[in-house]
């Protein structure tokens, strides 16, 4: 009996072990999702800044023309 218990707490210890090597495994592939995530994140909120700069601009250059378009019907 007590060569058996020893062979049921290696084979226990063994499985315990393994569990906590997949468990640190989910816990970086966790790690490397969330950071894939916040580039992700990141990108979409530079290209978000870019198109906003760019309307901004066409909205500046209309806003000129149409001063100057204006300025040319009530400055005469």
Sequence with gaps: AGALGEQ???KTGALGEKAGE???????KAG?????A???????SEQVDEKV????KKVDE?????GNKLGGLFGK
């Design 53 to 56: 700069d760019e309307a901004s």
């Design 8 to 10: 049921l707490g290696e």
């Design 62 to 66: 209309e806003t000129k023309k149409l």
């Design 38 to 44: 916040d580039e992700k994140v990141d990108e979409a």
């Design 32 to 36: 490397e999702a969330s950071e894939q």
């Design 22 to 28: 997949l468990g640190a495994g989910a816990g970086e």
